[in-house]
């Protein structure tokens, strides 16, 4: 595959919209630099998620409560940012109206919903334990379950070229958890708590998988805004469960200290973490695909060790550094399989060829 051909995964948007058919095509560069915008806002949130919950010591599952539930309301009432609708070069338009939902759609919502906050749940409660530089790397083996589930539940064939790709990624990291995190200053002090976080990140990476692939099937239906809209709003009274169970009635607790610095890092996983970011994934994913959507993660690590580095001064050991060139390797390779496979003609479509 020439890759200044690009990848068709990434020129299928909006398609016939565009005259150009290159890879530097404007719906193509959207989508990417959209994709790379999120991972760094994720980034950003794992360094401030961990200083929230390990050193200001706010209750984990409070946090992704007071998330979930602001950010699916807003979302549904259409006064934040729909870039479903932006992103794509129409005019933005507020959800002022509920679209009717049968009664399928309704439990596969509340699947949706459950699956996500198993993915924040356990994502926010591993950073009690892990350094953020780890949780970003382990968010990596995400393509690996989509991988492997998506053709169990028949959204998209995973190629032998694809798995090879994204075992490589998940090689990288193991090497990060194996050589890295123990010599991380931020990391686990123990092994119960290395396995705690580990099992923790275990329900975040299964959860993330499959919310990924049940939200593929709504987007065939319903607005990505309004999908993530719901999703949110069906996660809360799950997360609002795991902490009332945690925290119990404990006003200091509920209020998250009444600390100012918490306060804002919730007005940022809010606006730009859950709005933005999963309305950016939730547009993508309804373009284009799961695995295109989980195949730019592994920028995640690397912008975290980056941002550890400049703010904290621990640059990334050797561990880390080993782990992230395997997992971009992985992700360039997934890449050119996807390319490869899309441009490859139907095995089973009938042509002519004409003879001159």
């Not at 991972?39 to 919950?53: E, L, M, T, Y």
């Not at 309704?106 to 953020?132: P, V």
């Not at 990391?187 to 593929?216: H, R």
Request: with cysteine; charged share 10%; hydrophobic share 50%.
């Amino acid at each position: 595959c020439p890759w200044h051909n690009g990848w068709p995964a990434l020129k299928s948007l909006g398609a016939g919209a565009m005259a150009s058919d290159t890879f530097y095509s404007r719906s193509s560069s959207i989508l990417i630099a959209s994709l790379v915008l999120a991972n760094c806002i994720f980034a950003g949130w794992s360094i401030i998620a961990k200083v929230v919950v390990s050193q200001l010591h706010v209750a984990p599952l409070v946090l992704a409560f007071y998330r979930c539930a602001a950010s699916g309301v807003l979302l549904l009432m259409g006064t934040g940012v729909p870039l479903a609708k932006d992103l794509g070069g129409n005019s933005p338009k507020k959800i002022v109206g509920l679209p009717s939902i049968p009664r399928p759609h309704m439990q596969r919502f509340c699947l949706q919903g459950l699956l996500l906050a198993g993915s924040m749940g356990g994502n926010i409660m591993a950073l009690q334990y892990i350094s953020a530089v780890t949780e970003a790397t382990l968010v990596q083996l995400c393509p690996i379950m989509v991988g492997i589930l998506s053709p169990i539940l028949g959204t998209e064939e995973l190629s032998l070229a694809k798995l090879a790709s994204i075992t490589c990624s998940a090689i990288g990291a193991a090497i990060v958890v194996a050589y890295g995190e123990s010599l991380h200053p931020h990391g686990p002090k123990t092994i119960s708590a290395l396995w705690q976080g580990l099992a923790c990140m275990s329900v975040n990476i299964v959860c993330s998988a499959l919310y990924i692939l049940v939200q593929k099937k709504l987007l065939h239906s319903y607005e990505p805004a309004f999908v993530v809209a719901m999703g949110n709003l069906h996660a809360a009274p799950a997360l609002f469960l795991g902490a009332l169970a945690t925290v119990g009635s404990d006003s200091f607790a509920w209020s998250m200290g009444n600390n100012p610095v918490a306060m804002l890092a919730l007005l940022y996983a809010i606006f730009f973490v859950t709005m933005l970011n999963y309305s950016i994934m939730a547009w993508v994913n309804q373009k284009a695909s799961p695995s295109t959507v989980s195949s730019f993660h592994p920028m995640q690590p690397v912008a975290v060790a980056l941002l550890t580095w400049r703010l904290y001064g621990f640059a990334p050991n050797q561990g880390q550094t080993a782990g992230a060139a395997f997992i971009v390797l992985g992700l360039f390779g997934f890449m050119r399989a996807q390319c490869e496979e899309e441009e490859l003609p139907a095995p089973l479509k009938p042509h002519k060829t004409s003879y001159t």
